[in-house]
């Protein structure tokens, strides 16, 4: 996980600020307006992932025996979601070795940070994280302006309206990715 965290935080840093916030135009104003999109983000830190994945810093996490997969649909397949009702955003594994399942991410915009699909991203990781499906840990990685403690906090309230279990949440990181260019910051985990 400690190497993965690496390659992920390497990988944010290097988001740059146009796939971070992305330039819209909207009706009856004088020229863009700059607004987080969840997806825009996620295929470019993908793309850096993967980028990064084929150097020492994916080395370091496993690869190229572990790779990097988006929104995997893994409905009725082995050991996985009944129906296909949860697709996490990134997950570094083993493709075709469910016990080779390393992390699994979940990615939110700050702002806004809605209850409801927090909840739904916090049940994604929870069910991944079961033993039977074998990932070893989870990441919620929120990118965006916003103050830290508030952030910790909704994030925290919305795991326990879950109903995480204890080993869930001490498996689960909560990270947090301000702004274009900066570092992740690690804000622990999902515990109390």
Request: aromatic share 8%; net charge positive.
């Amino acid at each position: 996980m400690a190497a993965f965290l690496r390659l992920l935080d390497e990988a944010a840093r290097r988001v740059p600020e146009r796939w971070f916030l992305l330039p819209v135009a909207v009706q009856n104003t004088t020229g863009p307006v700059t607004r987080y999109r969840e997806r825009v983000y996620c295929y470019e830190l993908y793309h850096q992932i993967r980028v990064l994945s084929e150097g020492p810093w994916g080395a370091a996490a496993g690869a190229p025996a572990y790779v990097l997969s988006g929104e995997i649909d893994k409905a009725g397949l082995n050991a996985v979601i009944d129906g296909g009702q949860h697709k996490p955003d990134l997950v570094w594994h083993k493709p075709g070795d469910w016990r080779h399942n390393a992390v699994v991410v979940e990615v939110k915009t700050a702002a806004p940070l809605r209850p409801a699909p927090l909840r739904k991203d916090i049940d994604t990781l929870s069910v991944f994280l079961q033993a039977e499906r074998g990932y070893e840990c989870g990441a919620l990685l929120i990118y965006g302006e916003t103050e830290r403690d508030a952030l910790r906090g909704r994030v925290l309230r919305a795991a326990d309206r879950v109903g995480l279990s204890d080993a869930v949440r001490r498996r689960t990181q909560l990270l947090w990715h301000p702004k274009a260019g900066d570092r992740i910051k690690n804000l622990g985990t999902l515990t109390r």
